[in-house]
Every structure is written in structure tokens, then in C-alpha cells.
């Protein structure tokens, strides 16, 4: 069975009260974040603030931003400036990730922030980018090391906003950090102790905690629900521990509002067009996409959102076995499709078009789902965004935006109807896909639209940003948890909910 952690470790306060002689005597680590305005001598009047003033202004003719010192009390308090510039949320966020690099380096377990010469506007940003980063930095992915790293890593425990202007939504930072957390943690998870029945059952104890509804479909019952396509993928496991997670959170509303779903390929191989080593090395993250689903339903949960949610997790390993499904197979799908199997290693969309079909029969007002889904869309834009796509053309310009917003960015790709030629198939209604690979993410795309109906609003998100070396914007793990932040952005920053957010994606 997998131990589940604490997903949020870190505590957070603010005070109204600015920083005193007393409060950094009372900690480990303090951080003055110098704005734009900053008055001329401000620093300087701070507790130990003149040694750093200096550092500040030879890192600043370096070109950094950043100066660090230790105060002369006898906790020998580490002392942090830096200095806060973005311009973006996701410059604001990197800058995070790098300021809490800096203040951790020793190993504080508590850390108090503190403000000089900001307006409310950058002290927001600065804020938001700080939170992230700090919760981030504080959760430890999952090791299994015989005696513990020396020195400890996440030290930090406390972080205390220390007389900012602006009253910060601590609790909704915090639900948004687990949610992240939650999504990286199970990604990091080795493969064989993420079973999909160990995964399930971890899922499970998530939900139950939060009086979520869990139902399980197995292998059995999806076969009577005419679960083809997932299923075809499914055959060459080893066990019969594969299935599609159903769960629901329900705020005293009859109609399911928002249903969120995910990709939850636990171990990659490719199937019988089995990968070269290098490209199957990271398969245990092909989950990503299910597990950025579920840290998106616990956030939404943990902050109480006024509408129903939904997720519905694929969860299966892609196996080269004896049984396994091979190219030409003919697949019937849960909602009558048939589709012509050419690669076995594009199980994603397989897997995904019955999860979807299921999903789409509650008729929920918007579908969203995730998935580490194809090279290609790497290809175009880099791990740096995420590929976005939707059935309303008017949802471009309000994914952009959400992605800008949340410093998790993305980019709309087209959704033409003369993209299916290349997906036309003579034996069936589709082909799974191309032999070319041109384009392969729009047309994963276009054949995922046919699973879900055409008066539900859906937008689906291919998570190219699912993995970026040294980290992403707040994120300091090669594992990033995109989305959450993204999709929580999208329902309650860019929109007033899923209502709010369907209507005008039919605009
Ligand atoms: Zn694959």
C-alpha cells in the first residue's frame, strides 16, 4: 500500500505588524522583497539592514537581485533582499522559485517576508510567486532511501508574511499548493509501487477524507459497458487491477458542473510498437494527466468551490504482451465508434476516448481533460506550455489568458474539421492515427472530439509542460504538476465558474 505524506506541509500566517528586532530574533530566515519604489535609505533603516543594503547594491551592478547576509543576533538570523521586478506571472513565479532557493539554502524551518517600496499590485504578484514557490520548495517528492539525505532538504515549515498591505488568501495559496503537490507526488511514484490498485486505493483515501464519492468501473464492468478502446489497452497487463476511477464532489447541486479527466497510463512500454530504452525511461509519468485531474478536484474541494465536480481517471499500464491489442485491431468504443488500431503506443487517446464517452453521458456543462499525450506537441511549443484545444474556437483567447494569469502558460492549436482526412479509415469510422507524425497532437485532438458530444464545451489539454528539466516557473522538481494551477486559474480567476465559464466558451 502506498503512505500517503502531508500534501501541504507548509503553515503560512500574516500579520499586519512590520518586521521588529524581536521577530528576527525569532527566526531562521527573513526576506525583504525591495520594490520599484523603494525610498532611498529604506533599507538601511531596517534591523541589520545597513550590511545588506551594500551587498543589495554589489549584486545590482552584477546584474542580480538577490544579496544574502546573517544578522549579529544569536540565532545568526539569515537575511535575504531581494529585489522584485516581474512583470508577468510567470516571470513573478521563477523569481519566486529563485528567492526561496536562496532563503532555504541553510535550512530554515522558518521564514518571515517582509515588504519595502512595492505597490499593492507587485506586492500581489510578489506574493503569489513567493506562496507558490515556498509550498512547492516545502514538499518533498516521494524517496525511498535507507538512511535520510544529510542535510535535510523541504527544512521549511513556516513561512510568516510579515506587514503586506494586501489581505492574502492563504487558504486558497495552500488548496492550490496540495493540489500541485498531490499531482507530482503520485507522478514521481515508481511504477511498481503505483499499481493501479495501490494508485486507486490512495485515491480512495484522498477522497474519503474529503467526502468525496469514489466508484471504481474494473475491467469487467467496463467490458459490459462496451469499454473497447480502453480495454484493448488494458488486455496486456498482467493483472486485472485496471480500470476507470469515477469521483464526485457534490456542494448540494443536482448537475454535475465542471467533470475533469485524466490520462492515467501508470507504465508506458509503447505495447507491441514497443519504445527504444531512452524513450520509455520516464514512462511511470504517463499518469500525469490523472493525477493533475485529482489534485484539481482536492483544491477545488479544500476551497469549497459552489459547484459539482467530477473526475474520471484511466487507469492502466500500455504492456508488450501476448494478448496485447496490435496495429490493424479493430476496437468498438463506448459510445459505438469504431476505430482502426495503427500504433499501439498511442494508448492515450485510446484509453482517454472511452473515459470521455463515459464522462460526456452526465452531461456535465464543460469537460476538461489532461494527458502527457504526444511528442509532437513538444515539438511545437517546447516543455515551457502546455498544448491547449477545444471544440468553441472562442475558448482560444480565454485559455491563453487563464495560462498568462496563472504563470502556467498554454497555446491553442487549430481544430479544423479537414484535419480528420488524414484520420479517415476504410475498415472503420476512425483511425486511431496517422503513420505520419505531422501534426500528431491536433490530430490526437480531433479524434478525442469524437467521444464527446458536440453540445458539451470541452477543452483538452496536452501536458507537453508535464516534465521540464530543473524545474518550471515555481516549481523546482523535472516534474512539474502543470495544470492545476492553470485550471483553478481558469474556473475562479478568469470566470466565476464553470456556469459562468461554458457560456462564454460558446460565445
Ligand atoms: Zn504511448
Known sequence: MIELPDFAPLKTTET????????????????????????????????????????????TRRGD??????????????????????????????????????????????????????????????????????????????????KPDSPAANSLKKLHLLGARTKVDLAAARAQALGNNVARWFTALPPNVKTAEHYRTAIAELAAARDIRYRFYGERE?????????????????TRDAGIVHLSYRPRMRRPAVTLVGKGVIFDTGGTNLKPFIHMLDMHTDMQGSAVALGTLLALADTGAPYRVDAWLALTENRLAPN??????????????????????????????????????????????????????????????????????????????AGAASGERVWPFPMDDDFDEALKSDIADIKQ??????????????????????????IHVDLSAGQHKG??????????????????????????????LAERLSA
Open 16 to 59: 499586519v505588524r512590520a518586521l521588529t528586532r524581536a521577530s528576527l530574533d525569532a527566526l531562521d530566515h527573513v526576506l525583504v522583497v525591495v520594490g520599484k519604489n523603494a525610498p532611498a535609505g529604506g533599507l538601511e533603516k531596517l534591523p541589520h539592514g545597513k550590511p545588506l543594503a551594500v551587498l543589495l547594491a554589489r549584486a
Open 324 to 401: 496485447a491489442y496490435k496495429s490493424q485491431d479493430l476496437v468498438r468504443a463506448a459510445n459505438g465508434t469504431t476505430i482502426q488500431v495503427i500504433h499501439t503506443d498511442a494508448e492515450g487517446r485510446m484509453v482517454l476516448a472511452d473515459t470521455l464517452a463515459l464522462a460526456a453521458r452526465d452531461e456535465p456543462q464543460l469537460i476538461i481533460d489532461y494527458a502527457t499525450l504526444t511528442g509532437s506537441c513538444i515539438q511545437a511549443v517546447t516543455e515551457r506550455y502546455s498544448g491547449v484545444f477545444s471544440n468553441r474556437s472562442a475558448a482560444n483567447a480565454l485559455l491563453t489568458a
Open 471 to 500: 524545474g518550471l516557473g515555481h516549481i523546482p522538481t523535472d516534474i512539474t504538476g502543470f495544470g492545476v494551477r492553470f485550471t483553478l486559474e481558469l474556473l475562479q480567476g478568469s470566470s466565476r465558474g464553470p456556469d459562468d
Open 433 to 458: 492515427c496517422s503513420t505520419e507524425n505531422a501534426g500528431d497532437h491536433i490530430l490526437a485532438a480531433r479524434f478525442l472530439s469524437r467521444f464527446v458530444p458536440a453540445a458539451t464545451p470541452w
Open 222 to 238: 467496463l467490458e459490459k459497458l462496451g469499454a473497447g478502446a480502453f480495454l484493448a489497452v488494458s488486455r496486456g497487463n498482467a
Open 65 to 146: 537581485v538577490i544579496a544574502t547576509s546573517r544578522a549579529p543576533n544569536r540565532r545568526a538570523t539569515g537575511i535575504t533582499a531581494a529585489r522584485f521586478e516581474a512583470s508577468t506571472a510567470f516571470t513573478a513565479l521563477s523569481w519566486g522559485a529563485k528567492v526561496v532557493r536562496e532563503c532555504v539554502r541553510d535550512q530554515p524551518s522558518s521564514l518571515g517576508v517582509t515588504f519595502l517600496g512595492l505597490d499593492a499590485e507587485a506586492e500581489r504578484r510578489a506574493i503569489d510567486g513567493l506562496l507558490a514557490a515556498a509550498h512547492a520548495a516545502a514538499f518533498a517528492l516521494p524517496k525511498f532511501k535507507s
